[in-house]
T-cell receptor
Framework: DGGITQSPKYLFRKEGQNVTLSCEQN?????MYWYRQDPGQGLRLIYYSQIVNDFQKGDIAEGYSVSREKKESFPLTVTSAQKNPTAFYLCASSIVARTMNTEAFFGQGTRLTVV | DAKTTQPTSMDCAEGRAANLPCNHS???????VYWYRQIHSQGPQYIIHGLKNNETNEMASLIITEDRKSSTLILPHATLRDTAVYYCIVRPRNAGKSTFGDGTTLTVKP
């Protein structure tokens, strides 16, 4: 089945360690996105990419890094510079088209806990 | 993207229609209204979108006022599985990234 897969579902890391969250899609979508969600709040955009080898910062990019070497993959690294990394991380993808609807398809999320 | 305002929470009786309002008074001419919902600890799910005409699909109906400054998402026969956070977003149709507010927590009660 086509879809967007995030792994793992739960992740624990020690403070000061970098950690990389995986996001893979087989929907042939050009655009991919990373959002962060804190308890009781909406989603905030971290980074997004509309084409391979290119990406842009979202609203809260500090302390995060991404790469887009393949169309199917958009991994997010949470670095030790991120002050409050514990959160629910959501990856999404969509088509890129000037005249078409571009609703986003979301993965099931990775819950990161830093201790 | 235009800012939206939604009530923090709403209750609905099972089997009744759930009407979720959204204000977007600063919406611009090329911005569409999108609705997503998020069931606890899952990724958001697209529901419906519209520009100015009312829209209906298998999940819901979207009613947009004539001046486009507000809209209402209608779940015609709410079930317990419709309990979720509902997000109203306005953005250009071809702009994939979205700004999510805090949404409305809908609780469907037996």
């Amino acid at each position: 089945d086509g879809g967007i897969t995030q792994s793992p579902k739960y992740l624990f890391r020690k403070e000061g360690q970098n950690v990389t969250l995986s996001c893979e899609q087989n929907l042939n979508h050009d655009a991919m996105y990373w959002y962060r969600q804190d308890p009781g709040q909406g989603l905030r955009l971290i980074y997004y990419s509309q084409i391979v080898n290119d990406f842009q910062k979202g609203d809260i990019a500090e302390g995060y890094s991404v790469s887009r070497e393949k169309k199917e993959s958009f991994p997010l690294t949470v670095t030790s510079a991120q002050k409050n990394p514990t959160a629910f991380y959501l990856c999404a993808s969509s088509i890129v088209a000037r005249t078409m609807n571009t609703e986003a398809f979301f993965g099931q999320g990775t819950r990161l806990t830093v201790v | 993207d235009a800012k939206t305002t939604q009530p923090t929470s709403m209750d609905c009786a099972e089997g009744r229609a759930a009407n979720l309002p959204c204000n977007h008074s600063t919406i611009s001419g090329n911005e569409y209204v999108y609705w997503y919902r998020q069931i606890h600890s899952q990724g958001p799910q697209y529901i419906i979108h519209g520009l100015k005409n009312n829209e209906t699909n298998e999940m819901a109906s979207l009613i947009i006022t004539e001046d486009r400054k507000s809209s209402t998402l209608i779940l015609p026969h709410a079930t317990l599985r419709d309990t979720a956070v509902y997000y109203c977003i306005v953005r250009p149709r071809n702009a994939g990234k979205s700004t999510f507010g805090d949404g409305t927590t809908l609780t469907v009660k037996p």
